[in-house]
C-alpha cells in the first residue's frame, strides 16, 4: 500500500481531477461518514426504470455522495502536455528560422602550450653536439650520462672532454616565465636552429642527441634514431637517442654503434 502524497502523485499522472474512496485507505486521512453511506432509489423510480430496460443486463448498484462538502473533493492539478515535434516526410524536424539565423560562435584558435627542455651544446673535434640534459642542469664530471657521453665520444674516434660553446649556459626554454612573448613550439625550434647557425662554423656533423635535440634543432622525430640527416643551413645531422634512454635500453647501443662505423669517415677525414 501507498502513503497519501504518493497517491496523489499516481492519480494527477492519470489526470484524475476527483476521486471518492469506496473503503478506507490505509495512510489516508479520515473519510467523513457520510460519504460512504449508499443512498436508496425511490421505489416507483426504481420501477420505472426496470420497465424501461429490455435487455436482462445487471446494473451495478450506484454509490452518491449526499451532503458533500465542496471541500471534501480533492482536485489534482492537471498537467501541462508537452508537444513533441513530429519529424518531417524526410525524417528530420525542421529547425526554427530563428536557428537558422543565428551565427555559429567563432572558435578561437588554441594556444599551444611552451615546450620545456634544457639543451647543452658542446663541441668535440669537429663535431658538435647539441645534448639533451636529463637534470636539466650542465653535466658533471661524473655524472653518469657524462660519463656514458665520453664513452660514445672515445668509440668514435673523438676527443672525450668535449668543450663547451658559448658562455657554457645551456639553451633553457621556456626562455621567459611570464610574458606575452610567444613561446610555443615553432618558437623554441627557430630559437635553437639560431644558435647552431651561429656556432656551425668548422663543423663536419652536428650530433643531436635526446628527443628534444632532434625535434628543435633538427625539425624531426624519434623514427630517425641512428639515421643521419640534413639540416637547412647547418649541415648534416646525426640523430642519437637520448642518454638517459641508451642506459634504461642499453639493447639500442648494437644500432647505435653500427651506424656510427659507417658514418665515422665524415668527421675523421674532416
Known amino acids: 500500500m501507498i502513503d497519501e502524497a504518493r497517491r496523489r502523485v499516481y492519480l494527477g499522472a492519470m489526470q484524475v481531477v476527483s476521486w471518492l474512496p ?36 445487471e446494473v451495478a448498484p450506484t454509490l452518491v455522495a449526499t451532503d458533500v462538502d465542496a471541500a471534501a473533493v480533492e482536485v489534482a492539478p492537471l498537467r501541462p502536455k508537452i508537444e513533441v515535434p513530429r519529424p518531417s516526410a524526410r525524417g528530420q524536424n525542421r529547425p526554427e528560422p530563428a536557428a537558422e539565423e543565428a551565427e555559429a560562435p567563432v572558435a578561437e584558435p588554441a594556444v599551444a602550450a611552451p615546450p620545456r627542455f634544457a639543451l647543452q651544446l658542446l663541441r668535440a673535434g669537429s663535431c658538435l653536439l647539441l645534448v639533451e640534459l636529463p637534470t636539466g642542469y650542465p653535466f658533471q664530471s661524473r655524472d653518469p650520462a657524462y660519463l656514458l657521453l665520453r664513452d660514445l665520444l672515445r668509440a668514435a674516434g673523438l676527443p672525450d672532454s668535449p668543450q663547451q660553446v658559448g658562455d657554457g649556459e645551456p639553451i633553457r626554454w621556456p626562455l621567459l616565465n ?65 642518454l638517459e634512454l641508451l642506459m634504461d635500453e642499453p639493447q639500442r647501443k648494437a644500432e647505435l654503434w653500427q651506424a656510427m662505423r659507417r658514418l665515422m669517415p665524415r668527421w675523421k677525414d674532416a
Open 22 to 57: 469506496r473503503v478506507a485507505l490505509p495512510f489516508a486521512a479520515p473519510s467523513r461518514p457520510g460519504l460512504l453511506v449508499p443512498v436508496e432509489v425511490p421505489t416507483q423510480a426504481r420501477a420505472a426504470n426496470e420497465a424501461e430496460t429490455s435487455a436482462p443486463l
Open 178 to 242: 611570464r610574458g606575452a612573448l610567444d613561446q610555443g613550439p615553432d618558437s623554441a625550434r627557430d630559437y635553437v636552429q639560431a644558435v647552431l647557425q651561429r656556432e656551425r662554423e668548422g663543423a663536419a656533423c652536428l650530433w643531436l642527441i635526446g628527443l628534444p635535440a632532434i625535434r628543435f634543432g633538427g625539425e624531426r622525430d624519434e623514427d630517425v634514431y641512428c639515421r643521419e640527416f640534413a639540416v637547412e643551413e647547418v649541415g648534416p645531422a646525426w640523430a642519437l637517442p637520448g
